[in-house]
């Protein structure tokens, strides 16, 4: 079924790095941007990047700049988010989510948790 | 990058119809008609509800609608019913390619 699932959360700690993923399935994961959202515990959703169908093109929230990178590998159908240097604000629920032409996202995964901690 | 304003909470009774505002400025709300409503659950992934302002996707009921004016984004939730107790979320396209969600509302059912 169409379904996004993501991965690769767990605890880490400050300074070190993490590799999320999240492997699409039933949709042509070619024809769309993809977003990464987070949530802290007990707060709200904060977009953190996105990136074009193919994967020439990144933008990322200031609150990540030079420490995130959104990247995907479209022959495995998988985005990624390489988490670089995180501090314990950087603790949240991450979910990946399909674009739906620009306005809005139309699919999300579960979510994977990050627990950044000493 | 500050959060789209949003009111806290907003309650209402079975049957009745509540509206949650979404203020922005002429960076993202002004400036596109890129903007979005989510509904989230506890612990559960949000749901799509509007997006390009006023649009709804299949699936979602006629009871929820979205509009536009100026700097400001509302939803509106019609026969409110126990269900649509959840939070609530825009999020608008920003200049320099770039996304905001609100700050997130709570809808009570009374």
């Known amino acids: 079924q169409v379904q996004l699932v993501e991965s690769g959360g767990g605890m880490v700690q400050p300074g070190r790095s993490l590799r999320l993923s999240c492997a699409a399935s039933g949709f042509t994961f070619t024809n769309y941007a993809m977003h990464w959202v987070r949530q802290a515990p007990g707060k709200g959703l904060e977009w953190v990047a996105v990136?074009?169908?193919?994967?020439?093109?990144?933008n990322d929230a200031d609150s990540v700049k030079g420490r995130f990178t959104i990247s995907r590998d479209n022959s495995k159908n998988t985005l990624y988010l390489q988490i670089n240097s995180p501090t314990t604000e950087d603790t949240a629920v991450y979910y990946c989510?399909?674009?739906?032409?620009?306005?809005?996202?139309?699919?999300w995964g579960r979510g994977t948790v990050v627990t950044v901690s000493s | 990058q500050s959060a789209l304003t949003q009111p806290a909470s907003v309650s209402g009774s079975p049957g009745q119809s509540i509206t949650i505002s979404c203020t922005g400025t002429t960076s993202d709300v002004g400036a596109y008609n890129y903007v979005s409503w989510y509904q989230q659950h506890p612990d559960k992934a949000p749901k799509l509800l509007i997006y390009d302002v006023t649009n709804r996707p299949s699936g979602v009921s006629n009871r929820f609608s979205g509009s536009k004016s100026g700097n400001t984004a509302s939803l509106t939730i019609s026969g409110l019913q126990a269900e649509d107790e959840a939070d609530y979320y825009c999020s608008s396209y920003r200049d320099s390619s770039t996304y905001v969600f609100g700050t997130g509302t709570k809808v009570t059912v009374l």
């Open positions: 990136i074009s169908y193919d994967g020439l093109s990144q």
């Open positions: 989510a399909r674009d739906h032409s620009g306005g809005g996202n139309d699919l």
